[in-house]
């Protein structure tokens, strides 16, 4: 039981103050819009790009990638379980470094990959914000722990 408690109180509890909703903006909207254009896109940004990159079966990552972008960006947003919807998202920045910025570290350089990675570099260390803050006050997860 105790376990159970502890586990809860880790996905939900949050600072309580406003600093993560500027975060939580940033890393929602931009995972947001990448998840919608999976889909919009397919040929660039989705299973196309997925093929590209060489995975195998590339639809079905495409999609498997838009979905989660899309679910765990509105969790994010709305400040629900932002903590267990950062970790999707982490797996996916980890996964974007491993199979388009390595190779360009390896073959072209750090700084070409510096410059490749600027961004991801940025949203991957926002996602650990909030998996270590959470999501701030004015979050659905701030309304629950108050409820608690």
Known sequence: ????????????????????ILVRLV?????????IQKFLFPELLGTGRFLKIGFSNPA????FTGIFEIVCSIFVLIGLFSRLASIPLFII??????????PLLMYKGIWVMAHE?????ALTLLLVYLFIYGSGAGSVDSIIMKDS
């Open 1 to 20: 039981m105790k376990s159970t408690k502890s586990f809860k109180a880790f996905v939900i509890s949050t600072v309580d103050d406003n600093r993560a």
């Open 27 to 35: 890393v929602g909207l931009i995972f947001l819009t990448e998840g």
């Open 60 to 63: 079905f990552w495409a999609n």
């Open 93 to 102: 920045m980890m996964t974007a470094f491993v199979s388009t910025k390595w």
């Open 117 to 121: 990675y600027r961004t991801d570099f």
